[in-house]
């Protein structure tokens, strides 16, 4: 059985459990929640559970990424609660305002560019 790449949705423990799965095998642990205020999601990802950061070259393609993510959400017409902000580090990056229909593509791009 292959580990997820993500995990979204879920109880603590399983987030927990993720989270060890992801130290064990040496990969990026990437969670993504619901915001109860707008229904689109907060995604984060923790490079703490494996040896590597983030180079400034994979940063600069995860803001890419994020970018991408506004301009589409602009594009779109979603109000502007839609988007609640993204922080983007070495070790530990989120993005609060993917769309649930957006989400699965969303965190499967941002585990190939961590990865």
């Known amino acids: 059985m292959s580990l997820k790449k993500f995990i979204a949705d879920s109880k603590m423990f399983e987030y927990d459990k ?10 990026p642990f990437i969670k993504a929640r619901i915001n109860l205020s707008n229904g689109n999601y907060y ?11 983030l180079t400034l070259d994979m940063q600069n ?3 890419q ?10 594009s779109n017409s979603y109000p502007k609660s839609s988007f609640k902000g993204y922080n983007i580090d070495k070790e530990l990056s989120w993005f ?12 499967e791009k ?6």
Do not use: W
Not at 18 to 27: A, D, T
Not at 43 to 53: A, S
């Open 110 to 115: 941002l585990y190939d560019l961590s990865h």
């Open 96 to 107: 609060d305002g993917v769309l649930a229909n957006r989400l699965v593509p969303f965190c």
């Open 65 to 74: 990424l994020f970018e991408n993510e506004i301009a589409f959400l602009e």
């Open 61 to 63: 393609q995860i803001k």
């Open 43 to 53: 995604v984060q990802i923790d490079l703490m559970t494996c040896n590597y950061n």
């Open 18 to 27: 993720h989270y060890r799965e992801c130290q064990q095998n040496n990969q």
